[in-house]
């Protein structure tokens, strides 16, 4: 089987065997009478598709909802398999409808300019993790579901429409790929460490007991200070690296990152730092590509 079953009272988690990329992400299921919310059903697999599906058996379940916290892979892939609507932020909507756009926040044309190669980066990350399309529609700005109420928090940085869904009352957040037990890659198109940095202190004035995470285990609201201090540090470390004399993103790629420099996620990260410094004014060398995202 590809995933633990725990439950947490009505909350049944579907805890991937890894955290680690590609792996699906964690399934979330909120029972109440007969209905179910489904949070990230995860890779377009056969066998995540019917895990869910005996459980909605199992419980009853006659009509059920799939939120999605974002439209990566990962996370809608088995969405298509399941009788329900979907909802996701109004930003990824058109990713769930044509995740081949999904090329613009992973800013595929970049990668490719920056490592000179010729790599097809939607269809890697389909290759790993099938996604199909699914007719998704915009989540509302409070989500009513039995006696709960969720409220999706705009949390940008990774992906542009991406939410965390928290659950006031029960001192509850689902909060998708931020806050995980390894922490989520950024991007320019995705909101970049201003973004990111953004969304962390949203999820900071939260009043918070557990985190369900999408990857890993069930956390605390302490991880926001630790992945806030893993953003300090490489932009610390990248100034260093300027400091020293590097003038190019390969330098700055493996003062980071090492020998993983060039792994596309990792191009990505260096590249939100570079924009954020470059707008606060630090001085980097000069390299552009034509339609880099330094304009964006
Ligand atoms: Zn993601
Ligand atoms: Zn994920």
Known sequence: ???????????????????????????????????????????????RAKLIEKILKDEEV??????????????????????????????????????RLLSEPFNADLVKRILNIDFDLVEYFMNLCPIH??????LPEKIGFGD???????????SPGHVALYLKHEKVLFSGDLLGEIMAWYSPGGGGVEGYLESLAKLERLNVKTVFPSHGDVTSIERVEK?????????RKILKAIE??????????????????????NVLILESHLLKLG????????ETWEGSPRTF
């Open 1 to 47: 089987m590809m995933a633990d079953i725990i439950r947490y009272g009505e909350i049944v988690m579907l805890k991937s065997k890894t955290p680690k990329w590609p792996a699906s992400s964690n399934t979330y299921i909120l029972l109440s009478d007969s209905e179910a919310l489904i949070i990230d059903p995860g890779c377009g697999f056969d066998e």
């Open 62 to 99: 006659k009509k059920s909802t799939v939120v999605l916290t974002h439209a990566h892979p990962d996370h809608m892939g088995a969405a298509r398999f399941l009788k329900a609507n979907v909802l996701v932020h109004e930003i990824e909507v058109k990713y769930a409808r044509n995740p």
């Open 133 to 138: 399309p699914v007719d998704a529609s915009q």
């Open 148 to 158: 709960y109420e969720i409220k999706p928090i705009l949390t940008p940085g990774h």
């Open 227 to 235: 992945e806030r201090r893993v953003l300090e540090e490489r932009e």
């Open 244 to 265: 020293r004399g590097i003038k190019s993103r390969e330098g700055l790629g493996r003062a980071l990152f090492g020998e993983k420099w060039s792994f596309f996620t």
């Open 279 to 286: 707008r606060e004014g630090t001085p980097l060398f000069n």
